[in-house]
């Protein structure tokens, strides 16, 4: 625990508060890299919870909870992919990130981890020593989104 960090596995009641989570940070901390458009494709406020449930919990997912409630996420699945790492909105740069990345990264036995990095998550994982191996377009909604296919 850091100062009042709790780090815990997900629960399947966690599932709709990560949505929730997910939606909201894309739409505020990603506006500066992203079009209203681009942000409505990627995270459009509808996602099959169902779907999130199944793979939340097959992979090692960590739930970070301070203040009361859900600050941020993420999730490795057994090959070493890094899905989905968010930060509350009101929660950025407190180390939140770096403290779900830490336990995420050790809890695979692999020797490399990839992660598809956002243009605003992209300085993050640079900062944690990963590597460009190239940029992509990512279509969602028919809208064209760019991220960075990392590794370290």
Not at 59 to 74: N, P, Y
Not at 106 to 126: E, G, W
Not at 139 to 146: A, Y
């Amino acid at each position: 625990m850091r100062g009042g960090l709790v780090l815990r596995r997900y629960r399947p009641s966690d599932c709709k508060y990560l949505a929730e989570l997910f939606y909201q940070t894309v739409h505020v901390v990603n506006a500066r890299d992203h079009t209203k458009e681009q942000l409505d494709a990627w995270a459009t406020g509808s996602v099959d919870l169902e779907g999130w449930d199944r793979t939340l919990s097959d992979h090692h997912t960590v739930v970070a909870v301070k203040d009361g409630g859900i600050v941020g996420f993420g999730d490795i699945d057994r090959t070493g992919y890094l899905d989905r790492l968010y930060v509350h909105k009101d929660y950025q740069r407190q180390g939140i990130g770096a403290a779900i990345c830490d336990i995420l990264e050790s809890a695979v036995q692999i020797d490399k981890i990839v992660v598809h990095a956002s243009i605003t998550a992209r300085p993050f994982f640079l900062s944690r020593g990963y590597r460009d191996i190239r940029e992509q377009e990512v279509i969602r909604q028919g809208i064209s989104l760019t991220n960075y296919v990392m590794e370290r």
